[in-house]
């Protein structure tokens, strides 16, 4: 079992910045990726960014690529999502999530991530 929380979401003007974490526990924190992904009402869950075990390697949506950076840091159990230069269409639930099991799967699919946070609301005003 793997417990996620997130925190640091709010309201930000166009333009500004906004740091999420994610606080995980539950298992080795280093023995499994991770990814941010977003959801806006009436729509799916959508790819945000992605950083495997170690942190060496990540991924990112074309949407907020050279906008924002995944980090981890593996002895805190925390990542974190650096969002600049926000814009209005980046308001959304942002969530957090583990990818335990090993072996294939997309990471850019939700479905292909175990555990998941409840959420932290990002608001852009534009």
């Known amino acids: 079992q793997v417990q996620l929380v997130e925190s640091g979401g709010g309201l930000v003007q166009a333009g500004g910045s906004l740091r999420l974490s994610c606080a995980a526990s539950g298992r080795t924190f280093s023995s499994y990726a991770m990814g941010w992904f977003r959801q806006t009402l009436g729509k799916e869950r959508e790819f945000v960014a992605h950083i495997n075990w170690s942190g060496g390697s990540t991924s990112y949506a074309d949407a907020v690529k050279g906008r924002f950076t995944i980090s981890r840091d593996n002895v805190k159990n925390t990542v974190n999502l650096q969002m600049n230069s926000l814009k209005p269409e980046d308001t959304a639930v942002y969530y957090c999530?583990?990818?335990?099991?090993?072996?294939?799967?997309?990471?850019?699919?939700?479905?292909?991530?175990?555990?998941w946070g409840q959420g932290t609301q990002v608001t852009v005003s534009s």
């Open positions: 999530a583990a990818k335990v099991r090993s072996g294939s799967g997309s990471i850019y699919r939700s479905s292909t991530y175990d555990y």
